[in-house]
């Protein structure tokens, strides 16, 4: 991901709040695959107890990270706050638009569904 998007990378770090760190290798998949066979075999047969452990040994990360932006967090902070209100407001009973717009949606399909039946 690191290698296609450095913006999506930074956009991360900001919404979350968190830095965020990249692996190294670029089979990320196959690699977590790995980590937990190996922790699916447990120390006794060579592998790990938990993931994080599996981790520490198998996984490296890249030198570069992503720390969140000040300013960056706060307008996304401030855009999810706005969020929650739509969501609160369409899709919580505070206004009917969602109702409607499904009763359209529906009127739409029964005459459509009729005009193909009267065809």
Known sequence: MLQKNRLLMQIYADVTGREIQVAASTQTPALGAAMFAAVAA???AGG???????ARHMARVRDESFKPI????????KLYEEYS???DYFGRGGNPVMKKLKA???EARRSTEAASTHS
């Not at 790990?48 to 599996?54: F, K, Q």
């Open 42 to 44: 447990g120390a006794e």
């Open 48 to 54: 790990y107890d938990d993931i994080v452990e599996a």
């Open 70 to 77: 000040p300013e960056n967090a706060a307008v996304y902070d």
């Open 85 to 87: 209100r739509l969501h």
């Open 104 to 106: 359209i949606k529906e």
